[in-house]
């Protein structure tokens, strides 16, 4: 699966960091990191830095590897945009993340509820969220979420989802993955295709 570590293979395709890409070749390999106390949260993705330090959480490995880049923006207002573009996303799919990982946050529904559970999600949380961030690429002066001269890393982590995290979701409603509803969208997964990393990224 892709999961919450796909953006950040992306962008460093995208900004030429070199990244060591190790995935999970079964359950207890992540389940040994998480009992040894790797972990620093009990979850990945991890990023290890030089065999020393170790970070987690998606969007804090995104801010530091764009920090490291050079390309995290010194204006502060700007960076907030990107901050809050970034949050705005841990809003959108917070139910998708629950309903999917139930166990891990208390709840045993069953499949009926489970069900009732992702049509509410594809008929009133998605399509709010969606049509909110469609709204920030529409105002945008470049067409990059937070108004920045090239893609940030809220672009990158907003991208993975609609290209294939929404798409490749089941539990959706067919019309939510097809993101028929949102033109703006689907053109702005056209926009970050063109880019040399990203098309070369995907054409392996």
């Not at 764009?66 to 573009?85: N, Q, T, W």
């Not at 890393?153 to 019309?175: N, Q, R």
Request: hydrophobic share 35%.
């Amino acid at each position: 699966m892709k999961g919450k570590g796909e953006p950040i293979r992306l962008y460093c395709a995208y900004a030429g960091l070199e990244l060591e890409d190790i995935r999970f070749q079964s359950v207890s390999e992540f389940q040994a990191l998480r009992d040894g106390g790797k972990l620093a949260f009990g979850q990945v993705p991890l990023l290890e830095i030089d065999g020393k330090e170790q970070l987690v959480q998606s969007s804090s490995i995104l801010t530091y590897l764009s920090k490291i880049s050079g390309k995290y923006p010194e204006d502060p207002l700007v960076a907030a945009r990107i901050d809050a573009a970034l949050c705005a996303e841990a809003d959108a799919f917070c139910g998708t993340t629950v309903a999917t990982y139930s166990y891990r946050f208390g709840f045993s529904p069953d499949d009926e509820t489970r069900a009732k559970i992702f049509q509410c999600i594809s008929d009133e949380i998605l399509p709010r969220h969606l049509k909110n961030i469609e709204k920030q690429i529409q105002d945008s002066p470049t067409g990059w979420i937070a108004g920045t001269t090239e893609p940030s890393v809220a672009d990158f982590l907003w991208f993975c989802h609609f290209y294939s995290g929404i798409p490749e979701k089941t539990e959706y409603s067919d019309k939510v993955r097809s993101l028929e509803d949102y033109p703006t969208l689907k053109a702005f997964v056209e926009k970050m295709l063109t880019l040399e990393a990203v098309a070369k990224f995907y054409g392996k």
